[in-house]
């Protein structure tokens, strides 16, 4: 299987990367720096039409990994600054609907072509919790731009699925959090594996359990 990943120096995005490879798939792994394969900010339009122009063959499986969380730890009347707004927008929701555009006709060269974005349980509206206003409205939004790209995808044989990755212990987990980046890529590799058919639009924890919009 051919593989696009955006943001796979470190995080998850590294180590679905590196568990992907192993088991034989083909990842083009980028990251903002260049230091790990292509070089890719996905809020730069000229790098995404360049990188979708020399992927040479079909893209199975584009994972949408790369995202900030800008306003952790922000309280109501202190921060929530509206750059922060349009910096977490341009890439969380804007960088995730333009790197699909770009690589869906590498996409329509395949067999069983599928796209899998990181959203997070803190997008869901059922599961509303409070604070991060500015991540949460990011997460929400790019859940509902899956959910509404299913549609339109799905007559082409193109899935699309929305993912949580669990509380994972990375640089924006932090620490304390609940799994290693190592549980959390199996997992969701292995949901990525069921993506297909009928089963796009769906939203799902790294277990397999359905997360609530
Ligand atoms: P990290 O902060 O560890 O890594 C984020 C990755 O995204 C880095 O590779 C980073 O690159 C890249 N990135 C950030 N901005 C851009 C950009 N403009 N263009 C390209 N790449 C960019 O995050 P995680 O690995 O923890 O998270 C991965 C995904 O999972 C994110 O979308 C996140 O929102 C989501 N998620 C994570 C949770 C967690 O508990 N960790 C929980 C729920 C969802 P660089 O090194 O250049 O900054």
């Given at each position: 299987?051919?593989?696009l990943l955006t943001g796979g120096n470190r995080g998850i995005g590294e180590q679905m990367t590196s568990q992907l490879r192993a088991r034989g798939d083909t990842v083009v792994a980028t990251s903002r720096d260049g230091s790990t394969g292509a070089a890719l900010d996905v809020t730069d339009r000229a790098q995404l039409t360049a990188?979708?122009?020399?992927?040479?063959?079909?893209?199975?499986?584009?994972?949408?990994?790369?995202?900030?969380?800008?306003?952790?730890?922000?309280?109501?009347?202190?921060?929530?600054d509206a750059q922060l707004w349009a910096d977490t927008f341009?890439?969380?929701?804007?960088?995730?609907?333009?790197?699909i555009e770009a690589l869906l006709p590498a996409l329509r060269l395949s067999k069983a072509p599928k796209i899998a974005v990181l959203s997070s349980q803190m997008g869901s509206?059922?599961?509303?919790?409070?604070?991060?206003?500015?991540?949460?409205?990011?997460?929400?939004?790019?859940?509902?731009?899956?959910?509404?790209?299913a549609i339109d995808l799905k007559p082409q044989g193109i899935?699309?699925?929305?993912?949580?990755?669990?509380?994972?212990?990375?640089?924006m987990g932090g620490?304390?959090?609940?799994?290693?980046?190592?549980?959390?890529?199996a997992g969701l590799i292995a949901r990525f594996d069921c993506l297909g058919g009928d089963h796009t639009?769906?939203?799902?924890?790294?277990?397999?359990?359905?997360?609530p919009f």
């Open positions: 299987m051919q593989v990188l979708a122009d020399s992927f040479e063959g079909p893209l199975d499986l584009l994972i949408c990994n790369a995202g900030v969380y800008l306003d952790k730890g922000h309280s109501l009347g202190n921060g929530f341009a890439i969380n929701v804007t960088g995730v609907f333009q790197t509206d059922e599961r509303a919790g409070g604070g991060a206003y500015i991540y949460r409205a990011s997460k929400a939004a790019v859940l509902n731009l899956t959910r509404n790209m899935a699309i699925g929305a993912y949580h990755p669990g509380w994972v212990r990375t640089d620490s304390s959090a609940d799994i290693d980046a190592a549980t959390s890529a639009g769906v939203f799902e924890n790294y277990d397999g359990t359905v997360i």
